[in-house]
């Protein structure tokens, strides 16, 4: 007799119904809602990463439309319409690959039978899988219909990248979001499909099948039946390790003693336990990949420590991770997580990973005992103010990369008692105006941005905190953002700049400065003297009007403007009786 065939978890354990999906509660209790009230939408989209259940979702609902006791939430399972779509055998529910159907005679195919009414089923469904794939020929012939269809007809397409499907598409659809299932989630389904199978598994083992699924639930199961085929024994259970080994992770111990080796800056230590698990058939890209996220893991707990009494939490990851996110401050955790980030790139696309790793990590161990900036201003101020004790520059060396910090600020030279520390920049005054903006810019020694600011921007409100404005096409599309930084950093107060569209925008300050000029110009030109100037020259021209020292008072007096016009400011006077001193 031949043996049955096997049939893998993943299909095996495929969910029938809505109440064999999990993670997706609110996609299920939409529809609930819609077929409890009869509110059926003709064409539904299901978007996703891969593995989430969008495939599996279409056929359950193919299967509620055409239950013979339907339309329902929960189709029986048992009448020849539920059988038939189960067995992949319906006449009326038709399913396309749109990665191998692509064109536009593959969807007038479809168009062809829409106006022909089902032959044995309440509905015609049509489900196109991978929609996105369909040439843009294809998505507009399907577009009339897709807006206008018979009654009988539902189509429900399916797609990892929604962002290519057309908005024409898009907005003729419900679509509904399938998320990731998350990571306590999985492992527990991953616990109810062993005991189904007989088997047995250690739950720090399903929490790494879990982690490395990445929400999806097909690769989970997938991960889940090559582990059970990795066992040593046919009836042993699934180990951590076996599966630690299978996935080619790097054991967590070994990433918590890599990570404290990089932040002591033992750099031999680091380059030893590189070569170790390089020996043992780690990954170089993986091991960067695991202190990521080692260094996350420290990062959230040290923002949000209550996370360490998740009871679900492995007691390697409770300890280890408690006593080092209390020695590491968040400004070491978010540099290294930064140097990895970029090291990442680096073991990619390096000739020799493994040697691109070890630089990568020695960077990273030769950086981990700096100071953050306010600190290290304040030890080179005080090295600058105060020589080393003893005198006489014989003090002792400066710590090499490899100590810790505590050592290199016990060595730091401290201020002798008497200096007084450098005053740190105070803050700037928060400008009022957009001209008092520009002003600070300029102080900021950032005259590019104060420019634009001047020429290419139209303001609109401006109060200390809060900025509007409204830019022109000459405008750098970062101007928002980098003002935003800017303010805050220069007066120490959260700046918030914002883009607005008016009508009939103020003009700029350029402009304004411009229209100002010109009517000093015009004032002055009105004014009796310099009349006779220009009466006496006809040839010249008021071509600035400025304001002299000591000239404010002679001006207010006899209400006559400074006026210059090219001539030679130390000429005397034009006539002998007009000895005016505020005239050029």
Known sequence: MAESQYRVLARKYRPQDFDGLIGQDAMVRTLTNAMESGRLAHAFILTGVRGTGKTTTARIIAR????????????????????????????????????SRTGVNDIRDILDGVRYRP??????????DEVHMLSQGAFNALLKTLEEPPGHVKFIFATTEIRKVPVTVLSRCHRFD?????????????????????????????????????????????????????????????????????????????????????????????????????????DPEVVLHDLLNVVHWLTRIRVAPSLLEDPALAELDRERGRSMAEALGMAVLSRTWQMLLKGLEDVR?????????????????YAADLPPPAEAVQQATGRSQSPPPGGGGGGAPAPSGGGTRAAQQQAAPQPAPGDAPRAQAAPEPSPAT????????????????????????????????????MPTERAPRDLVNRLGGLLTEATGQRWMVTVTDQENPHPTLADQERQ???????????????????????????????????????????????????LDPEAGPLDPGADDPDTD
């Open 349 to 365: 696309t390096a000739p020799n990973p493994v040697q691109a790793l070890e630089m990568v990590l020695l960077r990273v161990a």
């Open 64 to 99: 509620a439309l055409n239950c013979e006791h339907g339309p329902t939430i929960k189709p029986c399972g048992t009448c020849p319409q539920c059988t038939a779509i189960a067995d992949d055998r319906h006449v009326d529910v038709l399913e396309m690959d749109a990665a």
């Open 516 to 566: 100002a000029e010109e009517a000093r110009v015009a004032d002055a030109t009105a004014h009796p003297l310099v009349q006779a100037v220009l009466q006496a020259f006809p040839d010249a021209r008021v071509a600035a009007v400025r304001d002299r020292p000591g000239a404010e008072s002679d001006d207010a007096a006899a209400g006559a403007p400074a006026v210059e016009d090219g």
């Open 119 to 128: 032959t044995d089923a309440r509905y015609k469904i049509y489900i196109i």
């Open 178 to 282: 399938l998320r990731r299932v998350d990571q306590a989630t999985l492992a527990g389904h991953f616990r109810r499909v062993l005991a189904n199978e007989g088997e047995d598994a250690d739950d720090a083992a399903l929490n790494l099948i879990a982690r490395a699924a990445d929400g999806s639930v097909r690769d989970g199961l997938s991960l889940l039946d090559q582990a059970l085929a990795d066992r040593p024994a046919g009836d042993a259970p699934v180990r951590e390790q076996e599966v630690r080994d299978m996935l080619g992770l790097a054991d967590r111990t070994g990433m918590f003693d890599l990570l404290d080796a990089l932040m002591k800056g033992d750099a031999a230590a680091v380059l030893d336990q590189v070569g170790e698990h390089y020996q043992y058939g780690g």
């Open 434 to 469: 957009l001209a008092d903006v520009v002003a600070l810019l300029q102080r900021q020694k950032e005259p590019r941005l104060a420019a634009h600011l001047r020429n290419d921007v139209h303001p609109v409100a401006c109060e200390p905190g809060r900025l509007e404005l």
